[in-house]
């Protein structure tokens, strides 16, 4: 009986240990499922915040989108309401009149004192080729003095701007027997070029006499000029003037040339060169056409024949690099140097046996002048420098398109051209 009894109690322990063994093990289980189920809803949980932010993304995306739509209809309805404006101001003529407010290409002024008759003509011929481009060239007439026939003349033109230099300051020549008379002209030069730079702020000037007329391309050339001048800082001005421009020594409408003399006339500069002039501007202007001869004389061989071009020429389409002074000098020594050197006394004569290009060597200055009156061209020198020359070379046409180079002791030289 107690033997059963112990088996029994030995069984029930068993039965016990197999029990609380068997707990444990399901309690572990649930735990790691619980475990991994609280893990799982996490990622869930994680997964479901990220979806709902895409699709906060793509809402707002999406709402930008329909921003950008609307604002590009907006725009489209917004151009086509400007095209319909522009298409009423086009049919009443509103964008012809806009089109002529433009920055203007130089000021022409008309240095004048008193003489009413030749300023009249002047007037005249500047309006005559002006009219088509007077927003590009704004005209202006400069009086030195009070003559009254001069201020009414240029008043009386309703295309221009009239200005007056009055000076009543005593003129002291720097040295005896100098004309008063270029003192004040440099005077006045110097006035009104302050007042078209620095008045009325203009970026480029022209500067013509009372006594000049202008060819048909004047504005078409000075245009493409001022372009040379805005590149090519060695260029101090830019002239429409030729002083061998007689109808004898002249044949080429389109030619164009460098030149180290400042001819004086009909001449074109930028504000930025007048900077450096105006401080030192001489006391008295240079005479350009100072001879002992009588000036009747003097008219009649030099400015009278002076040939005005008859030729529409358009400057503006043409390719002008050439007189950049980088590609100039080798132009120039090119048709130098193909021109035929002619020697002797009797060279008037080779030359007109010659029928191409022609080159004449002069020693001095002394001998410039034999040869240039012989030919009938300026014989005058200043500064150094005959007339029209560059590095010492004067060309001009002689009876044909014959070129005639007369070249100076150092030209070749200068030129970089071998002596034949």
């Known amino acids: 009986m107690v033997k059963i009894l112990f088996d029994f109690r030995v069984l029930l322990l068993l039965a016990a240990g197999a029990f609380i063994y068997i707990q444990m093990r399901l309690f572990a289980t649930q735990s790691r499922y619980a475990d991994r189920l609280a893990a799982a809803v996490e990622s869930e949980n994680s997964c479901t915040n990220q979806f709902r932010l895409l699709i906060d993304q793509i809402s707002m995306q999406q709402g930008q989108i329909v921003a950008l739509e609307e604002e590009r209809n907006r725009l489209k309805e917004e151009s086509g309401e400007l095209k319909a404006l522009v298409q009423d101001f086009e049919r009443k003529g509103v964008l012809k009149q806009i089109d002529k407010i433009q920055v203007p290409v130089a000021a022409v002024v008309i240095m004048a004192c008193n003489r009413a008759d030749y300023l009249e003509r002047t007037i005249k011929s500047v309006l005559k080729y002006q009219k088509s481009v007077a927003s590009k060239y704004p005209l202006f007439v400069s009086q030195d003095g009070s003559n009254p026939d001069v201020k009414s003349k240029a008043l009386s033109y309703d295309q221009l701007t009239y ?58 050339y000075f245009e493409a000029a001022a372009a040379l ?48 002039l105006s401080p030192k501007w001489p006391k008295a202007y240079p005479c350009y056409f100072c001879h002992g001869s009588s000036m009747g004389q003097f008219f009649k061989q030099y400015l009278e024949p002076i040939k005005l071009n008859d030729v529409q020429v358009d400057w503006k389409s043409m390719d002008l690099s050439y007189l950049m002074e980088g590609e100039y000098i080798k132009h120039f020594a090119k048709v130098v140097e193909r021109a035929k050197p002619v020697y002797g006394t009797d060279f008037m004569l080779k030359v007109y046996n010659i029928d191409g290009d022609v080159r004449i060597k002069y020693n001095n200055q002394q001998d410039f002048e034999r040869i240039a009156g012989m030919f009938g061209i300026f014989e005058e ?29 150092d030209s070749l030289k200068q030129l970089e051209v071998e002596d034949a």
Do not use: C
């Open 381 to 409: 020198w200043k500064d150094g420098i005959p007339r029209t020359a560059y590095k010492g070379v004067v060309v001009f046409r002689y009876q044909t398109s014959r070129r005639v180079f007369l070249v100076g002791p």
């Open 163 to 220: 200005m007056q230099h009055l000076d009543f300051e005593l003129v002291k020549t720097e040295h005896p027997g100098e004309i008063i008379a270029y003192y004040k002209i440099a005077r006045h030069y110097k006035w009104a070029l302050d007042e078209l730079f620095y008045k009325h702020n203009f970026s480029r000037v022209i500067i013509l006499e009372d006594d000049m007329e202008i060819a048909p391309d004047f504005f078409n």
């Open 229 to 276: 001048l805005d590149k090519d800082k060695s260029i101090m001005a830019v002239s429409s003037w030729n002083d061998n421009g007689q109808r004898q020594f002249v044949h080429d409408p389109y030619a164009l040339y460098r030149s180290d003399f400042f001819p004086g006339l009909g001449w074109m500069l930028t504000r930025s060169i007048w900077d450096e």
